[in-house]
């Protein structure tokens, strides 16, 4: 989430210069990034159980 966090004031940034594609592009990043890691959140303990049985 702290990758998200810092894309997201990335944007800020970019958007005050006014470079408004890279914004857009930026905004996506940001969006996954957070998708990403709520998903992980949310199912780290089924995903450690899938990463031990796969290990032994």
């Not at 006014?18 to 709520?38: D, F, H, M, P």
């Amino acid at each position: 989430m702290d990758e998200a966090k810092y894309d997201f004031d990335t944007c800020l940034e970019l958007h005050k210069l006014g470079r408004y594609n890279w914004v857009c592009t930026c905004s996506q990043q940001v969006g996954e990034k957070a998708i990403k890691s709520l998903f992980l959140l949310k199912n780290a303990r089924k995903l450690l159980e899938w990463a031990e049985k796969r290990t032994q």
